[in-house]
Antibody
């Protein structure tokens, strides 16, 4: 079935780096723009980044621009989020998500289960 | 950035009630709006896309309306499974943005 599975979360210190992965299955990964969304404890959802179908273009929220990098490996069906210079405010559950249709703008119809990132000294 | 504002933040209701949640965009987003349901400890689930289109498999008691800057999500007859948090989201322009969420709790 269509599925996204995140991994790579954990507890890290401020200023360090972490790379999240999202393994896709059940659909043609290279056909879809992919996104990362996060949710801080007890807070709402925050869109973070998107990557084009071929990986050539990335789009970012101001809160992570310059610190986070979204990328993908279509041969492996995997989405990544490289997070550098982590701050305590980055503590959240990180979800990868697929949009409904091929193209640039649509709702998220498939979500991963989320991976928790804690930034603490 | 486009700001999305939901109201109310919390809603207390009983099984069988008709419930309406509002979502306002700070500028026109046409019909590029989605609604999601999130249960505790779970990922969001798509309910409505394109402001009023019902996602496959979602019960017909859920409906969406609106365009431009004003949108609503309606649950025609609240069921026990519907007590959750509901989020609106615009996908018209990057950065995509979400409302702050509306918690529907048992009265």
């Amino acid at each position: 079935q269509v599925q996204l599975v995140e991994s790579g979360g954990g507890v890290v210190q401020p200023g360090t780096s972490l790379r999240l992965s999202c393994a896709a299955s059940g659909f043609t990964f290279s056909d879809y723009r992919m996104h990362w969304v996060r949710q801080a404890p007890g807070k709402g959802l925050e869109w973070l980044a998107a990557v084009s179908e071929d990986g050539s273009n990335g789009f970012y929220a101001d809160s992570v621009k310059g610190r986070f990098t979204i990328s993908r490996d279509n041969s492996k069906g995997t989405l990544y989020l490289q997070m550098d210079s982590l701050k305590t405010d980055d503590k959240a559950i990180y979800y990868c998500a697929r949009i409904k249709t091929r193209g640039t703008g649509d709702a998220f119809d498939i979500w991963g289960q989320g991976t928790m990132v804690t930034v603490s000294s | 950035d486009i700001q999305m504002t939901q109201s109310p933040s919390t809603l207390s209701a009983s099984v069988g009630d008709r419930v309406t949640i509002a979502c306002r965009a700070s500028q026109s987003i046409s019909d590029s709006l989605a609604w999601y349901q999130q249960r505790p400890g779970k990922a969001p689930k798509l309910l409505i896309y394109k402001a009023s289109d019902l996602e496959s498999g979602v019960p017909s008691r859920f409906s969406g309306s609106g365009s431009g800057t004003e949108f609503t999500l309606t649950i025609s007859s609240l069921q026990p499974d519907d007590f959750a948090i509901y989020h609106c989201q615009q996908y018209r322009t990057y950065p995509w943005t979400f409302g702050q969420g509306t918690k529907v709790e048992i009265k």
